[in-house]
């Protein structure tokens, strides 16, 4: 850990990072019912399989750098990884002298729900810890690999760049200019990487030859089905070295019936009810086909949350191995969880959609801001232009008619108005619609524009760190004072204006400021909240274009406005990271919103009040005030458009819905399936319960669904 200020810099923004995890990660243990303590407790041994180097290499590995143990831990020992349960896995985390541990297990096992106890139990033991003890204690970071391409990145530079992204207040101006890297460099945090069974045979492959290779600069605690990982390390890679590896055991059989009793209502004594009689039957043969079924945590929630199915799983000789009865109850999670009496989708609606958005995530996870994807852009960008053209018809038709008198270069009159704003709509409804497409960092140019027309989803991305240009601030900007100083000058000076505004405005507006709580809304609406550079870059064309061509009060009037105007869009459009906020869609869904508003009003407000203000003193105060909310009406939401993830994903729901695809408010669908247990989140992201659930409607998915048009 570096000493001195960069020291104090990198503790604070690691302090930082731990509070956001502990309020991220404890909602989440809530909404999957993982309780303090869990309900199923995790127990693990360690594994025979040959996927990991002898153990005295993971214990003391003299060619490696050596991980000390973590303050109020003991070093590992060669006893400490024969088996534990929880309190186990974290003295192994902790003290493990090579700082790598592999945990298997098969399907429903608890993976992803064992690494989220350890996390806040690795949380909960920092927090125990003195300031001193604490900035030498890193802070654990839970990430999928999904997003990992390990011929393109080393481990180290993916974990800085998802660490960037998914918590972006660490690219804040106090914590340095590259805190995310300082951080994994200086092992200040550690990596548990679930989702190692979601990549690709290569991938995986590949990715267990880099982390042979990879300097051991911060700790690793890799999760991954038994089988997937034993293939690929008995394929070509070889064991893993300097790793312990330890298998999650299955739920055994007392413990089984403990839980179900545990989540059954009081019943009197005799009652001989089907879910009395599947207890009984684990009790007495817990070597049949169901009982070894419910022998996993998935297996055992499903049959809690669905009561109904222990009838079916008693009928005599129907299951003769175990995929039968996990199948069997797989196939009731839509029509239990959407029953008829109970509002919502139909059972059959449910799986009609959830089928498709499985088979559409494949293996990864749902980003909601993400999907348009999934259909093409040119219907899009069309549904903009034809909303812009019928929205500023009928705006330009009062603007310019009899109430509004507005004029644009001699012209005025409701016809002109019609016709006018019909074209100006269109144009900018396009330029809206496109700016909307293709500023998302996504995914390259190529893939973007190829899927656009085609209606084929891009190829797989990999998630890029936060850009150094905001594309759509710099569009916006580039825009007005081209058209604003071209129109009073000359164009090629607009240009030139235009583009060194731009060029100032969409790098000033990507700077984070991390702030807390309920002051993150108007925080960018302070004194100092306008970019004072931005502002002198657009005001000050704008300010001398119409001073030389009108006189200097109006084109200090101009200036000012425009300064402010802008600038302020500028403050407001900057990316905000509320750190006490936990990342779930539903949030990132309501800050889109919201600073989709606040960019399009700050923008709005100056320039329809100018204008407004202007046309009032030639015809009237009924004709500022018409004018100034026709232009301020057009303003808000064509830059809204622009902006917002809400109106593009809102837009692709509307595609999907013509196609029979996916409901019309597909975010209330997907809340309500998050509501239901049918999916659930990892940070900003959605993903199915379980991966066979994904698979086993993806399935359905494509035998049934018709092939978009």
Known sequence: MPEGEDGVRLAKAANALARKLRVQWED???????????????????????????LRVALDDPRRPRFTPLPGVRQATAQAVEGGGLAGLFDLYAGLGSGRIVVMGHYGTGKSATAILL????????????????????????????????????????????????????????????????????????????GFDEMDEPRQIEALHHVNRQRRSFRLLVLARTDDFSSAVQARTGPLHGAAAVELLPV??????????????????????????????????????VSQALDTPLTLTLLREDPQAAAGLLRPGHFTTREQAEDFLLDRVVPATYPPHRSGPSAEQARRWLSFLAARMGRGDLAWWQMHHWAPMWERCLINALAGMLLTSGIGAVVFGPIGQYTVAGDTGTAFGVWYGALMGGCFGLLAGLVSELRDPRSGWADRLGAAFGGRPARPPHRRPRPAFNAAAGLAIFVVVTMAVGNQSAYPYGLAAGIVAAAVAGHAATRIRPTSGAGSRWSR??????????????????????????????????GLIAAFGFGLMVAVARPIADIDTPPTPLMRWRLDRRRALLVACSAAIPISMALGFQNGRAHGVPAGIVTAAGFGIMITLGSVAAISDIWRTGLLFAQLRMRRLFPLRGMRFLEDARRRHVLRTAGARYQFKHDRLRATLANGSQRSDPPPR
Not at 39 to 46: F, G, L, N, S, Y
Not at 255 to 271: E, F, I, K, S, T
Not at 538 to 549: D, H, N, R, T
């Open 28 to 54: 989440e243990a809530a909404d999957r019912g993982l309780d303090n303590p869990p309900p199923i407790p995790p127990r693990w041994v360690r594994t025979s399989r040959p996927v990991a180097s002898r």
């Open 119 to 194: 996390l806040l139990e690795a949380l909960d033991h920092r927090v125990r810890l003195t300031p001193q003890q604490a900035m030498g204690t890193p802070v654990p970071v839970l990430l999928n690999a999904c997003d990992w391409d390990p011929r393109r990145h080393s481990l180290s530079d993916w974990f800085a760049r998802q660490l960037a992204t998914a918590y972006d207040f660490l690219t804040s101006p106090e914590y340095g200019p590259d805190a995310a890297g300082e951080l994994v460099r200086h092992g200040m945090v550690s990596l548990l990487l679930d």
């Open 252 to 289: 055994a059989a007392e413990q089984a019936v403990r839980y179900l009793q545990d989540h059954q209502p009081d019943r009197l004594a005799g009652d001989d009810d089907a879910m009395s009689r599947l207890i009984g039957r684990l009790r007495q043969h817990p070597d049949d086909p």
């Open 525 to 558: 609406l302070r004194p100092g909240g306008v970019d004072l550079l931005a502002a002198a870059a657009i005001g000050g064309p704008i300010g001398l274009a119409y001073g030389l061509s009108k006189t200097p009060l109006h084109g200090t009037f101009a």
